[in-house]
T-cell receptor, first 115, second 115 residues
Framework: AQSVTQLDSHVSVSEGTPVLLRCNYS??????LFWYVQHPNKGLQLLLK??????LVKGINGFEAEFKKSETSFHLTKPSAHMSDAAEYFC?????????????FGTGTRLQVTL | DTGVSQDPRHKITKRGQNVTFRCDPI?????LYWYRQTLGQGPEFLTY????????KSRLLSDRFSAERPKGSFSTLEIQRTEQGDSAMYLC?????????????FGPGTRLLVL
């Protein structure tokens, strides 16, 4: 079985300060890991994905995530938050050994960006 | 816009009524997924199609739920005798064939409210 734990349900940062959204995963196999973002009344958008290549993954809008197998973590970071980053962020794991490769989502972290 | 469309975007119904949702995936994608997202939670997997074959169903998919993908293109999700607990966002995603690490692209979702 696979699962992800998002350690913070809500994170608040000031505009221009760094963002850290934490995620730990559990998987019996070599996982694929993703971060998706969901803006209000909009669909889920892929930010970035880890697929067993480079452990530091760069995504859209300046976001990055580092896969750390020893810590079973895949934390999402951004050096400088922008007001437009305010949204719900989901850490996601996929079991590559299953035919369906269905996605298992965390419970989400709501990012608030203040002036 | 990911290229995955869903219709309707919103549906309000009374308890006991039947509802049907439609998903049109990206045209060249042969894999299609349905997920359900309740308030404050991450999406949860419901079912998976490869072409027209329904290959996996979650335990969340009770007997009142049925999904089809008759020609391997669009898909429908029907809920019979709706209950208030069915109120949620229903999300559709599609993925291309080939490497399992390919991304799932999500539609905007259908928000269902059962009164």
């Amino acid at each position: 079985a696979q699962s992800v734990t998002q350690l913070d349900s809500h994170v608040s940062v000031s505009e221009g300060t760094p963002v850290l959204l934490r995620c730990n995963y559990s998987s019996s196999y070599s996982p694929s890991l993703f971060w998706y973002v969901q803006h209000p009344n909009k669909g889920l958008q892929l930010l970035l994905k880890y697929t067993s290549a480079a452990t530091l993954v760069k995504g859209i809008n300046g976001f990055e995530a580092e896969f750390k197998k020893s810590e079973t973590s895949f934390h999402l970071t951004k050096p400088s938050a922008h007001m437009s980053d305010a949204a719900e962020y989901f850490c996601v794991v996929s079991d590559l050994n299953a035919a369906a490769s269905k996605l298992t989502f965390g419970t989400g972290t709501r990012l608030q960006v203040t002036l | 816009d990911t290229g995955v469309s869903q219709d309707p975007r919103h549906k309000i119904t009374k308890r006991g009524q039947n509802v049907t949702f439609r998903c049109d995936p990206i045209s060249e994608h042969n894999r299609l997924y349905w997920y359900r997202q309740t308030l404050g939670q991450g999406p949860e997997f419901l079912t998976y199609f490869q072409n027209e074959a329904q290959l996996e169903k979650s335990r969340l998919l009770s007997d009142r739920f049925s999904a089809e993908r008759p020609k391997g293109s669009f898909s429908t999700l029907e809920i019979q005798r709706t209950e208030q607990g069915d109120s949620a966002m229903y999300l559709c995603a599609s993925r291309g064939q080939g490497e399992v690490r390919e991304t799932q692209y999500f539609g905007p979702g259908t928000r269902l409210l059962v009164l």
